[in-house]
């Protein structure tokens, strides 16, 4: 089925008096993975590229800046801010693979289920920010 059929589907089940009825209807069950598709969708249409940067001079100043768009919007910022975003992703992205890892162990060779694996995560992370220590460059940005 075509996207557009998708989005026109749902309007259908959502706006049954029109698209402009100010009192649609709850979507059903099985309406929530077809609006998750369409907001999926929208997204990537409006974003025309999922991340881009482009080094640019200001014309004003004359300092180097980043031009980044992300999901359709555009910002400029300085090179110290670039830095600063890319210590905070990569320090992210370290973070959720630990506990990504820390999950699969939980479940996997200790045999708890979902619930109190992520119970458990709650607990580890509720620790981590009093006892910030242990992460990698905490010194630096704590």
């Given at each position: 089925m075509k996207h557009s059929?998708?989005?026109?589907?749902?309007?259908?089940?959502l706006f049954p008096r029109g698209a402009h009825d100010?009192?649609?209807?709850?979507?059903?069950?099985?309406?929530?993975?077809?609006l998750l598709a369409v907001a999926q969708i929208c997204t990537r249409l409006e974003s025309g590229a999922d991340f881009s940067i482009a080094n640019v001079v200001?014309?004003?100043?004359?300092?180097g800046k980043l031009d980044v768009?992300?999901?359709?919007m555009m910002t400029q910022i300085?090179?110290?801010?670039?830095?600063?975003?890319?210590?905070?992703?990569?320090?992210?992205?370290a973070i959720a693979e630990s506990e990504s890892s820390l999950i699969r162990f939980l479940q996997d060779r200790i045999g708890l289920k979902p619930e109190g694996?992520?119970?458990?995560?709650?607990?580890?992370?509720?620790?981590?920010?009093?006892?910030?220590?242990?992460?990698?460059?905490?010194?630096?940005?704590?």
């Open positions: 059929e998708l989005i026109t589907g749902l309007r259908a089940r100010i009192a649609p209807v709850r979507p059903q069950a099985d309406d929530y993975d077809l200001s014309h004003r100043d004359g300092q768009t992300w999901l359709g300085e090179p110290v801010k670039a830095r600063e975003i890319a210590w905070l992703l990569l320090e992210g992205a694996a992520a119970q458990i995560l709650q607990d580890f992370r509720r620790h981590r920010e009093h006892d910030p220590t242990g992460l990698i460059g905490a010194e630096e940005t704590h």
